[in-house]
Antibody, heavy 122, light 107 residues
Framework: EVQLVESGGGLVQPGGSLRLSCAASGFTFSNYNMKWVRQAPGKGLEWVSYISSSSSNIYYADSVKGRFTTSRDNAKKSLYLQMNSLRDEDTAVYYC???????????????WGQGTTVTVSS | DIQMTQSPSSVSASVGDRVTITCRASQGISTNLAWYQQKPGKVTKLLIYAASSLQSGVPSRFSGSVSGTDFTLAISSLQPEDFATYYCQQANSFPFTFGGGTKVEIK
């Protein structure tokens, strides 16, 4: 079964750090580009970052640029999101998702995890 | 950044109704648009990609269309399991922005 499982969420104080992980199974992880998406309580979805299959291309939303770092370990079939200098507005459920590529173009995300909750509060 | 304006923000409908949801892009994105379904406690599901291509396993009552920068998700005959929140997302250029969401509620 194709599956993504996030972990590492929790309660952290403003200015603190947290590292999220996403474990992939049921597919050849190294062949796929991956993304992080978040959803603040009661709000819509917000794209956070993208990493290509070989880590050669990484992009971030302006809201997290310079504070968050996305990485992956293809041997461990894992995706990571290192979050530093956390702010109240980073409170959200964080999802990892697999990118769908059709005719060499990114076309959305076809597999999502259940999400892990990050709460930034003093 | 490309802005995606989704409407309506909510809609009340009955089982069997036809429901349409629209997303307007602030600039041209070709057909690089996806639609998702989100239900509480469930994994987010891709419904449509490339504006009108049905994702594998998605019922044929879901369809997508495009006219210029206006994209539409249609549910031809609403089923009980379709009550959920729907989001569009442009996949034309980074950042891959989402629409604000449409909650489909039971009338």
């Amino acid at each position: 079964e194709v599956q993504l499982v996030e972990s590492g969420g929790g309660l952290v104080q403003p200015g603190g750090s947290l590292r999220l992980s996403c474990a992939a199974s049921g597919f050849t992880f190294s062949n796929y580009n991956m993304k992080w998406v978040r959803q603040a309580p009661g709000k819509g979805l917000e794209w956070v970052s993208y990493i290509s299959s070989s880590s050669s291309n990484i992009y971030y939303a302006d809201s997290v640029k310079g504070r968050f770092t996305t990485s992956r370990d293809n041997a461990k079939k894992s995706l990571y999101l290192q979050m530093n200098s956390l702010r109240d507005e980073d409170t959200a459920v964080y999802y990892c998702a697999r990118s769908l590529v059709v005719a060499a173009r990114l076309q959305g995300m076809d597999v999502w995890g259940q999400g892990t909750t990050v709460t930034v509060s003093s | 950044d490309i802005q995606m304006t989704q409407s309506p923000s909510s809609v009340s409908a009955s089982v069997g109704d036809r429901v349409t949801i629209t997303c307007r892009a602030s600039q041209g994105i070709s057909t690089n648009l996806a639609w998702y379904q989100q239900k509480p406690g469930k994994v987010t599901k891709l419904l449509i990609y490339a504006a009108s291509s049905l994702q594998s396993g998605v019922p044929s009552r879901f369809s997508g269309s495009v006219s210029g920068t206006d994209f539409t998700l249609a549910i031809s005959s609403l089923q009980p399991e379709d009550f959920a929140t729907y989001y569009c997302q442009q996949a034309n250029s980074f950042p891959f922005t989402f629409g604000g969401g449409t909650k489909v509620e039971i009338k």
